[in-house]
Every structure is written in structure tokens, then in C-alpha cells.
């Protein structure tokens, strides 16, 4: 028989194979390809090719692995994120998984049920939409709007009932893998073994053993972060984004996809229901629902009618240098005398964020970089980053040999500050460097024992913890320092869910902004709890500057280990791409990290309608097709959510 084959690769076109073995479309199989072994994906069954053909060298599914809604999905991820269609194919299911040959049988769970809450009226008239929408196979997209702790977690839970129910399986996603065990606990109890959890940090024999549940219909609901979206359930008729405009829900690798736009997209192709969930809604998800393309559910109350807490924002101007002002140091102090718990926001790691020489004011960097590297006093180590690079502490410096003096400050530096004025008090870090004791640090914090957090927005975001009463903000203007146009956006995201962590209990919560520019509007807004303000002040710069929602955007990376073959070779492509009709060009221009990893970087920014996307797309792709050039690589990035 004549297959269809998808090859991982970035060439845009199919392959043709013999296979002497009945196979089927969606089955993965090995083939030769110029002198190597490729696993690639069956797309289709041909009755003839008019190419002579190689045989296929085996095959690895006996059964489709991957589902016709899923390769439909490909296709439009090929289309719309400018890929081949076998790297489309690569990302919904990666060759190495495996499935187990063994029956699978659902584990006995003992776990006690949770008992539901009765939905408030709001919460009552969301789920009902949600609901009825799945009743009917209605494709719908919907923006549950909710302050924190305003109960989104419980319309997500009645809504996923209803699809358990109706022998029907949901995908819920998180933005952030330390997130999972919060809310994979909740599901559990009130799902027991139907709940399946899907990241990155599973072994291969993890997610052998959950693609074999899958396929065998025990899951019916899986929690999970951005590539779950990719998972071939049974019957998806419910897709949940929790805190939608986050931007780890973006890849970073190619494809540059997001999941947010998967989502919607597989709910449109099997009539399944959307449900984006967040206090600060994405600027462009808020303008379709201005636009009536999305339906907002709002939640306007937090749950038992807790009160709001109460904001101050501090101008860091007046406070003599110190890192924690006084208002802060005092509201801490009080905090811990009433056996409640602290959390302190610092937007970064490590313990000093510059190092400079005294005398010739030379600024230590990452080799391989060229930014400065950050100092981790825990670790003994000068690190980058952004590539991984690690060296010594440095006495002296490397050009004039003179003194290293260390400026500025991480989560590191404010720890070592706050056990310094707070000796007897348990502190706890929750950032990048910890990961390993996540787990621990959120079972002290949900547990309700005294004690300080001191966290980056990992710590910000989705967290439950009924006994913390205080919240500080260390410097919430440090985000705004970028050139991104998303900056103001993401500050007020952050200052948002920062505020939201606090008086989730029977006590009220007490919130301390420190800023050098307290007047700026992100920061203003987020302390006044108002997200519509917030958007009208923010949606009016994107229109001013052709941001979007106002221009869809396409950001081109070229990059090398020789600068002048990026040069020549963005300038070249630039100029091929001032004659597509409709596209205004940008560049090219270094990139703000202009070398990264050892390799040159530099853009094109592309700017044009949405309602053009189609045929420009399609002539951007023409362009590109001759490059890139030998030591040169391009990468594309369909709506990126950084442009520096």
C-alpha cells in the first residue's frame, strides 16, 4: 500500500511511502530519509504516487495514536504558525512516546470527596452558559471575568461534572507546572482516578503510562500546561485556560504557538466549549468581547462577600534606599505577631543583579551574552540568565583590576534582609532556584504556619492560602523599565495577582505597593482594583502606536555565529519582503540581547491587518523559502508577545 507521510522536518511538503504492512492514518511509522531513520506520521492513504517510492522500515502503532481532530488541528497550526506540517504533527504527539501493549485498569483511589459549595447566583448563571452551550454542540468561547478568590475554580469544576456525565473529557490548563499541585488535589478529590496530570517535568515512562489511560478512556479530565492542549482525548467537548493571558502559555520554541489560540481552534473543530478564565484578561481578549466575539461571565464579588483588601502605595523616592520601607517592615511585623502569613513579591532572582568595578565602572558579563550576569549567593555562582552560563564570584575586576562592587537586588538579597530583621521567624523562597521544594513550600503555606514568602511571579499567581493577610511589593515598576509594548499590560497582571494572594480567609488582608512611579496607570489601576480604566488607558496607546489588537504582528529572528552573514542576510530578507502589498516592514535591527548564546540575533518586525493574514502569510512564507542561507538560521513568530 502507498502512505502519506508527515516528516518532522521544516519543509513544507509530504512524503510518499510502500508499506509491505496495513497501516493506518494517524499511525506513526519509520522511514529512510537522505541516509537517516525518521519517525514520521501517516496523513493519508494513496491508491498511487507518481514518484518511485522507498519502503517504510516499520511500523510503531498498530492503532492510531492521534485522532482525525488532532490532525485537522496540524494542518491549521502548519497554516496559521507559518511550520511544516510534520512539526505541527511533532508537537501534538513527540516520536519518543510510547504505548504500553499491557490492558490499563483504573487505580482504587482513596481520596475523600470534596464537598461542593452551592454556586452564588453568578457563579450559577455562568455555569448554565457554559452548560447549555456543551448541550447543544454549540462552539462557544467564553471569558469567565472574576476578580481573585471571586470562585472561577468552582464554575470550572460544575462544568467539567457536567462533561464526566455525559461521558465527555476536558482539558484544563495551567500556566505554570507549580501550579498542578494546588489544583490537581482539588480535582482529585472531586474526580478521583478520572483526573489525569500532564507537564514537562514527567518522566517517559510517566507519559507512556498516561498516553496508554488516555487511549483506554480511564482519564476523562486532565490538568496540564500548554502542551496538553495536544493530548488526543476521548470526545473533547470542554477546554479550560486558567489565567489566559499568561505568557507561558506562548512556546518559546518553533513553533511559537499558543495555547490559548490552540484551544479555540480545537473547540471550533469538534463544537467544544472554551472557557478562559482571568482577573486581568489579555488586552486582545477583552477587545472581541468588546466586539461581541466572545461572551463575558462575569464574577463582580469575592466568595462569602470577603472584603477587598486594603492597597497603599509607597513611593520608593522617600524611603532612603531601603529595599523594605517602613510601612512594609511595620505591616510584616504585625502580620507575624498575629500568627499570620507573609508574602513579599520580587520579580527577580538572585542576589545581586550588577556587579561593577569600582574604578573603570566595567560591568561584568556573560561571555556567551554579553548582558551582566546575576549574583546567587547560595550557589557561589556568577549566572546568566538566559543561557545557563556559570562562573566564580569575582574579587576583582578582569579589566583594570580593581574592586567588584554588587548593586541591586533579587529574591536572594530581600531573603537575606528579612531574616536579618526578622531572626526568628521561618522565611521561605519560592523561585526559579527552588523548584525542588515547591511541593514543600506550598504544603507550609496551605498548612497556614507563620512564616514569610519570599517568591517571583511564580509565587503570584493561582495560589490559595487562607492564613496570608499580608502582601508586599517589593519594586512594581521594575517591568515597566522594558521597551516591550506589553509592558504596562504585564505589570498590571502582576500587581493584580499579587494583591489577589491576600485575605482569602476570615481576616482582612493588608497590601503594600512600592513604586518609584506610584502615579503610572498600570500601577494606579491595580491598586484601585480596576481592570476597565486600566484597559481603556492601555487600549488607547495600542491604537495611538498600531499595536495590537490594531495590527496583527510577525516577528522574523535571524541568527548566527557571524554577524555579518545576519546582516546581510536580514537586509536581503527585509528587502524581499517591502513588496508583499499590505505589509509594513520594521528593520531589521539587533535584537535588545543582540547576542545570545554565542550567536548574533537580529529582526524584522512585520506589521499589517488580520483580515489580511491569509494571503500575506502565504507570501511571507514565498520569501522565506529561499532562505536561510548556510550558518544563518530564521525563526518566525506569529503574534509574539515580545517585539524587542
Known amino acids: 500500500m502507498i502512505i502519506e507521510v508527515a516528516l518532522p522536518l521544516n519543509i513544507n511538503k509530504n ?52 485522532t482525525e481532530d488532532l490532525i485537522k488541528l496540524a494542518n491549521w497550526i502548519s497554516e496559521y504558525y507559518l511550520c511544516s506540517f510534520g512539526s505541527a504533527l511533532n508537537l501534538i504527539l513527540p516520536k519518543t512516546i510510547k ?8 487505580p482504587y483511589m482513596h481520596s475523600e470527596s470534596e464537598i461542593p ?48 456525565e455525559n461521558d465527555y473529557s476536558a482539558i484544563y490548563l495551567v500556566p505554570d507546572v ?4 494546588q489544583f490537581i488535589e482539588l480535582l482529585q478529590n472531586r474526580f478521583k482516578d478520572k483526573v ?30 500548554r502542551s496538553a492542549i495536544f493530548l488526543p482525548v476521548n470526545n473533547p467537548k470542554l477546554f479550560i485556560l486558567d489565567e489566559e493571558d499568561d505568557d507561558f502559555y506562548k512556546n518559546i520554541q518553533t513553533p511559537k504557538y499558543n495555547a490559548r489560540d490552540v484551544a479555540i481552534q480545537r473547540a471550533k473543530i469538534v463544537n467544544g466549549v472554551v472557557v478562559l478564565g482571568s482577573a486581568t484578561p489579555s488586552i486582545e481578549i477583552y477587545n472581541k468581547v468588546n466586539k461581541k466575539e466572545i461572551e463575558i461571565l462575569k464574577l463582580s464579588e469575592r466568595i462569602e462577600s470577603r472584603p477587598l483588601p486594603k492597597v497603599s502605595v509607597i513611593n520608593l523616592k522617600y524611603t532612603k534606599g531601603f529595599a523594605v520601607s517602613k510601612p512594609l517592615k511595620f505591616a510584616i511585623q504585625s502580620a507575624i505577631l498575629q500568627k499570620k502569613q507573609v508574602f513579599l513579591m520580587v520579580n527577580r532572582r538572585g ?33 546568566c540568565h538566559y543561557c545557563g552560563f556559570k562562573q566564580n564570584f569575582v574579587k576583582n575586576c578582569l579589566v583594570c583590576n580593581g574592586d567588584i562592587s554588587y548593586f541591586g537586588y533579587g529574591t536572594e538579597k530581600i531573603e537575606e534582609i528579612i531574616k536579618k530583621a526578622f531572626p526568628i521567624v521561618d522565611v521561605v523562597r519560592m523561585d526559579a532556584d527552588t523548584k525542588i521544594s515547591f511541593s514543600k513550600t506550598f504544603q507550609k503555606m496551605k498548612s497556614g504556619h507563620p ?27 521594575s517591568g515597566l523599565y522594558s521597551a516591550d509594548f506589553r509592558a504596562a499590560e504585564r505589570t498590571f497582571s502582576l500587581l493584580t495577582h499579587s494583591i489577589g494572594r491576600c485575605g482569602r480567609g476570615h481576616s482582612e488582608g493588608q497590601v503594600i505597593i512600592q513604586s518609584e512611579h506610584p502615579d503610572h496607570y498600570a500601577i494606579k489601576y491595580a491598586s484601585e482594583f480596576d481592570y476597565k480604566k486600566f484597559y481603556e488607558s492601555e487600549i488607547n496607546i495600542r491604537k495611538e502606536f498600531e499595536w495590537p489588537p490594531y495590527k496583527k504582528l510577525v516577528n522574523i529572528t535571524v541568527l548566527g555565529k557571524n554577524e555579518k552573514d545576519v ?24 535584537k535588545i540581547i543582540s547576542y545570545l548564546a554565542g550567536k548574533h540575533r537580529w529582526q524584522i518586525l512585520l506589521k499589517f491587518e488580520e483580515s489580511n493574514y491569509k494571503h500575506i502569510s502565504k507570501d511571507i512564507l514565498k520569501v522565506l523559502e529561499d532562505y536561510p542561507k548556510k550558518g544563518v538560521n530564521v525563526v518566525i513568530d506569529v503574534d509574539p508577545i515580545e517585539t524587542v
Open 15 to 66: 512524503f510518499d511511502y510502500i508499506s509491505d504492512f496495513d497501516v493506518k492514518t494517524g499511525c506513526r511509522v519509520l522511514v529512510p530519509f537522505n541516509n537517516r531513520k525518521i519517525t514520521g506520521f501517516v496523513v493519508a492513504i494513496k491508491e498511487k504516487s507518481d514518484v518511485h517510492l522507498k519502503k517504510i522500515i516499520k511500523v510503531v502503532d498498530t492503532e492510531p495514536i492521534i
Open 99 to 106: 504505548l504500553s501493549k499491557n490492558k490499563i485498569t483504573a
Open 117 to 164: 459549595l452551592i454556586p452564588t447566583l453568578e457563579q450559577g448563571s455562568a455555569i448554565e452558559k457554559i452548560i447549555t452551550s456543551m448541550k447543544n454542540s454549540h462552539q462557544k468561547t467564553f471569558l469567565l471575568y472574576g476578580m481573585n478568590d471571586s470562585g472561577k475554580t468552582e464554575v470550572y469544576t460544575k462544568a467539567i461534572e457536567y462533561c464526566i
Open 178 to 181: 507549580s501550579l498542578t499541585s
Open 196 to 225: 489525569g496530570l500532564w507537564h514537562s517535568n514527567l518522566t517517559q515512562k510517566e507519559k507512556n503510562s498516561f498516553i496508554a489511560k488516555l487511549k483506554s478512556g480511564i482519564i476523562k479530565v486532565i490538568l496540564g500546561t
Open 351 to 383: 542576589w545581586a543583579t550588577i556587579l561593577k568595578c569600582k574604578q573603570c565602572e566595567n560591568v561584568v558579563k556573560c561571555p556567551k551574552c554579553l548582558i551582566p550576569l546575576v549574583a546567587h549567593k547560595n550557589q557561589s555562582v556568577l549566572l
Open 451 to 477: 512564616c514569610i514568602l519570599i517568591g517571583t511571579q511564580i509565587a503570584a499567581k493561582g495560589f490559595d492560602f487562607s492564613n496570608l493577610t499580608v502582601v508586599g511589593v517589593i519594586n512594581a515598576n
Open 567 to 590: 546582516i546581510s542576510e536580514s537586509e536581503s530578507i527585509t528587502l524581499n519582503l517591502n513588496g508583499i502589498t499590505g505589509l509594513s516592514v520594521l528593520g531589521p535591527v539587533p
